[in-house]
């Protein structure tokens, strides 16, 4: 299939990127942390479409977007206090909500379980998009199964040209990296638990409640357990990845080299930087967590494009604000 490429800031474009969607089409489109590929949520055809284009496992579901409270509470049985404290604070925004699922979804998005995620995203393209379709839109992150994750419309061509119908520009992604997956006890019983450390960091999720969270699916929940996104290997460029420690980054680079693989080196600090031979493709990244986040995806990619087969990332700190990124690092380097 021809994939066409749609101009964001062109109302006729949104206007077919909404016809397309309507008609049971794959659209990717701009969200604020990363690009989606969007279809119906509610129509189980066009969201096997999503996991073919993707070459995702079918037990991996799918976030579901939508523009507001009042149509995530109509896709769950549940709406606990916590869901509505949490949507008060942080949507339209970078925050999934884990919620039992309502009899509208459909087994395709939920994989077969009895939850179902949402979220309503902040990008003024994805919400124009959700306002012309009038209905809720599935929508992972528009890579191929296990690439990581588009920031860019280029991005996504690269992984997607071909195999779906549209692909909406609205340049680059603000946030960089996915939304917060949180899963929420409809009974209140027990504290929320992170099950995908992302855009919103703990902390905030946690003064926002007044209480401390827990961290990856309840042992006694099968259900939540097959949450794939913390499956080990997940955000992963093509090459090896080596977190190196502060420092250490012009030494290790040396030492990959000699395996004679193409060598790219992701620095945050200036470090030992300058040591680097010219002949390694070597990116800088912001030191702050939310420039950081920003660019990380695009700096793999393009380590990646420059055919660098092993690359070394100088480490993070080890502090709260840099869980999401360690985390995608962590995956990426395992
Ligand atoms: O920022 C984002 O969340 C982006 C944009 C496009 O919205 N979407 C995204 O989707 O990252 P995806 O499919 O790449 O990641 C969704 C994550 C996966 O880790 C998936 O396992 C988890 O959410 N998830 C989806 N539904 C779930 C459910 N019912 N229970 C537990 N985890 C779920
Ligand atoms: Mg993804």
């Keep these: 299939m021809r994939t066409r490429l749609l101009d964001a800031s062109r109302p006729a474009d949104l206007d077919e990127a909404a016809r397309l969607l309507r008609?049971?089409?794959?659209?990717?489109?701009?969200?604020?942390?990363?690009?989606?590929?969007?279809?119906?949520?509610?129509?189980?055809?066009?969201?096997?479409?999503?996991?073919?284009?993707?070459?995702?496992?079918?037990?991996?579901?799918?976030?579901?977007?939508?523009?507001?409270?009042?149509?995530?509470?109509?896709?769950?049985?549940?709406?606990?206090?916590?869901?509505?404290?949490?949507?008060?604070?942080?949507w339209p925004?970078?925050?999934?909500?884990?919620?039992?699922?309502?009899?509208?979804?459909?087994?395709?998005?939920?994989?077969?379980?009895?939850?179902?995620?949402?979220?309503?995203?902040?990008?003024?393209?994805?919400?124009?998009?959700?306002?012309?379709?009038?209905?809720?839109?599935?929508?992972?992150?528009?890579?191929?199964?296990?690439?990581?994750?588009?920031?860019?419309?280029?991005?996504?061509?690269?992984?997607?040209?071909?195999?779906?119908?549209?692909?909406?520009?609205?340049?680059?992604?603000?946030?960089g990296i996915e939304s917060t997956v949180l899963w929420l006890d409809p009974a209140s019983a027990s504290p929320p638990r992170l099950l995908r450390a992302g855009a919103i960091g703990r902390a905030k999720i946690e003064q926002a409640l007044k209480t401390r969270?827990?961290?990856?699916?309840?042992?006694?929940?099968?259900?939540?357990?097959?949450?794939?996104?913390?499956?080990?290997?997940?955000?992963?460029?093509?090459?090896?990845?080596?977190?190196?420690p502060e420092g250490r980054i012009e030494k290790t680079a040396r030492a990959l080299a000699q395996t004679g693989r193409r060598v790219g080196v992701l620095a945050r600090t200036w470090a030992g930087v300058e040591d680097v031979p010219a002949s390694f493709a070597c990116l800088r990244l912001p030191e702050d967590p939310e420039g950081y986040a920003r660019g990380f995806y695009a700096a793999l990619r393009a380590l990646e494009e420059q055919g660098c087969e092993a690359i070394a990332v100088e480490d993070i700190p080890a502090t709260g604000e840099w869980e999401a990124v360690a985390d995608r690092l962590r995956r990426a380097s395992s």
């Design 23 to 90: 008609a049971g089409k794959l659209v990717a489109f701009p969200t604020e942390t990363v690009y989606g590929l969007g279809a119906l949520a509610l129509d189980p055809l066009a969201v096997r479409g999503i996991y073919a284009a993707k070459g995702r496992p079918a037990s991996n579901p799918l976030i579901v977007h939508v523009r507001g409270v009042a149509e995530a509470r109509a896709l769950s049985t549940a709406w606990p206090g916590e869901a509505q404290l949490l949507a008060e604070s942080f």
């Design 93 to 175: 925004g970078p925050l999934t909500l884990v919620l039992p699922r309502g009899a509208a979804v459909p087994d395709e998005v939920t994989a077969g379980g009895p939850t179902v995620a949402l979220r309503v995203p902040s990008h003024p393209v994805a919400r124009a998009l959700l306002d012309r379709v009038g209905e809720p839109l599935a929508a992972p992150s528009a890579n191929r199964a296990e690439h990581v994750s588009p920031t860019t419309a280029a991005h996504v061509g690269s992984d997607l040209d071909g195999r779906i119908d549209a692909i909406v520009d609205g340049g680059p992604c603000a946030v």
């Design 213 to 244: 969270i827990g961290t990856g699916p309840a042992s006694h929940d099968a259900a939540v357990a097959a949450s794939p996104g913390l499956h080990a290997r997940h955000y992963a460029p093509a090459g090896l990845l080596r977190l190196v």
